[in-house]
């Protein structure tokens, strides 16, 4: 099992800048990781990918403004945030691209003037 602590959430205003952080309790180096995030009232949905090898994916919605990374010696993946909208105020998440591991706690983000 592997459990994750998401950080790095906040009020921003539109156009504002976060960079997430999702820590893992042991090594995600082998894993596909991946942000989500789900919105009131919504399903959670898939952000970004990242592979092993760093080949990186993402939603159509965020593509060109967010960026996915990985550093595996400190068992941690970072999404960095610019251009933020309203639309993207959510919680979000970090977990394998299969979504394989409890969910933990999430961060909040949350977009508003």
């Known amino acids: 099992q592997v459990q994750f602590v998401e950080s790095g959430g906040g009020l921003v205003q539109p156009g504002g800048s976060l960079r997430l952080s999702c820590a893992a309790s042991r090594s995600i180096s082998i894993y596909t990781m991946a942000w989500y995030r789900q919105a009131p009232g919504k399903q959670r949905d898939l952000v970004a990918s990242?592979?092993?090898?760093?080949?990186?994916n993402y939603a159509d919605s965020v593509k060109v403004r967010f960026t996915i990374s990985r550093d595996n010696t400190k068992n941690t993946i970072y999404l960095q945030m610019n251009s933020l909208k309203p639309e993207d105020t959510a919680v979000y998440y970090c977990?394998?691209?299969?979504?394989?591991?409890?969910w933990g706690q999430g961060a909040q983000v949350t977009v508003s003037s």
């Open positions: 990242i592979t092993p090898r760093g080949s990186t």
């Open positions: 977990n394998t691209g299969l979504k394989t591991f409890s």
